[in-house]
């Protein structure tokens, strides 16, 4: 009997075929995630899940997986899930790093030449008929934005997402300053990135983008404070995790013209709500978690949560294993 695995969304390409071969799959075939009450009564019987960042992973769904043994998550990130706890009870937790790296740096890219250049302010300009009504083409204070070439980028996270969006920066002749908790000094090196600490950063970038995974360490880093030591001209990019932004406080920063404006692909509540108080600026920049979202990489993360599942179920340590110490108290595979 092959084991049984839950697939939280229907996932692209071809790993749902693939993983069919080597177990016995059900797919959540709806839109919207599975409550949590029903992963906790599909959970007594399982031996494998692929969940997605909405389905929260906690001590009480766990507290029902009497049989589960690898928990393949189809994300890089994986702040949903009680690592430790899998740990504890031996339970295999894999992620989809690297292929999304780029699509993410893109999606980043993309969101600050929007708010930079006004473009969805543009778009709405045009299509509402605004632009009409003027009775003129072209008008030298029309849309005007700032530029991006020559300015100072900002990176809070110099991992491979990081390191992707200031390699575009480089194209556009950018100074680079980074903020990790490690030091980089090879790629200070091979990027021509300057590190400096996280307030030198907020005071001395027009632009900042955030590449760090949602920890108890990074919940809330850019806060009240730190918004306030921003340049009143300068622009925040989010690509990362909503929590890591406190939106109360970015409200209260747009409200009184702090900072001149943001880019924002997670909220710390998803999908955000219509009446958000964010969404009535016209100077911030919105999408709805969509940095990984190109065909060929959504594909690709799925290819990879069905080669850890399959590894794993051929009794071998999958490949993107995230909570390693795992192997010291249960051998991979079902026997």
């Known amino acids: ?12 390409g ?26 906790i009564r599909k959970i007594k019987d399982l031996d494998a899940l692929a969940s997605l960042l909405t389905d929260r992973i906690d001590s009480e769904v766990l507290g029902n997986a009497s049989k589960l043994r690898i928990i393949a998550q189809y994300a890089v990130g994986y702040d949903n899930i009680d690592i430790e706890e899998c740990t504890k009870r031996g339970i295999y937790v894999t992620n989809t790093p690297g292929v999304l790296t780029e699509a993410v740096a893109d999606l980043t890219w993309a969101l600050l030449l929007a708010v930079a250049r006004r473009i969805v302010e543009a778009d709405n300009f045009v299509r509402s008929g605004a632009w009409e009504r003027t009775r003129t083409g072209w008008h030298p204070l029309m849309m005007l934005g700032v530029d991006v070439h020559g300015k100072t980028l900002g990176i809070i996270g110099l991992g491979r997402i990081g390191s992707a969006v200031a390699r575009r920066a480089k194209c556009f002749n950018m100074r680079i300053l980074y903020y990790d908790i490690e030091r980089k000094i090879e790629l200070e090196r091979e990027l021509g990135v300057q590190y400096v600490d996280l307030d030198s ?28 030591l921003m340049k009143p001209s300068a622009y925040l990019i989010n ?3 909503g929590a890591v932004i406190d939106e109360k406080a970015l409200i209260k920063a747009l409200e009184n013209k702090w900072i001149a404006g943001a880019a924002l692909d997670v909220f710390e509540i998803e999908p955000t709500p219509k009446n958000n108080p964010l969404l009535k600026f016209p100077n911030i920049v919105v999408a709805p978690h ?33 909570n390693k110490n795992v192997v010291k108290i249960r051998s991979p595979g079902f026997t």
């Not at 695995?5 to 996932?11: A, D, G, P, Q, Y």
């Not at 071809?14 to 992963?39: C, G, H, M, Q, T």
């Not at 060929?296 to 799925?302: D, P, Q, S, V």
């Open 1 to 12: 009997m092959k084991p049984k695995v839950f697939i939280t969304r229907e996932l692209p």
């Open 201 to 228: 950063l907020l005071k001395n970038s027009d632009f900042i983008s955030i590449h760090v995974p949602l920890t108890k360490a990074t919940y809330h880093l850019i806060g009240e404070r730190e918004l306030k």
């Open 14 to 39: 071809k790993a749902i075929e693939l993983i069919s071969e080597y177990y016995e799959v059900e797919v959540w075939r709806e839109y919207y995630p599975p409550p949590k009450d029903v992963i």
């Open 239 to 241: 690509t990362s995790r």
């Open 290 to 322: 969509i940095g990984s979202a190109s065909r060929e990489t959504r594909e690709k993360m799925a290819l990879m949560v069905a080669e850890n599942l399959i590894k794993f179920a051929k009794g071998e340590i999958p490949p993107n294993l995230v």
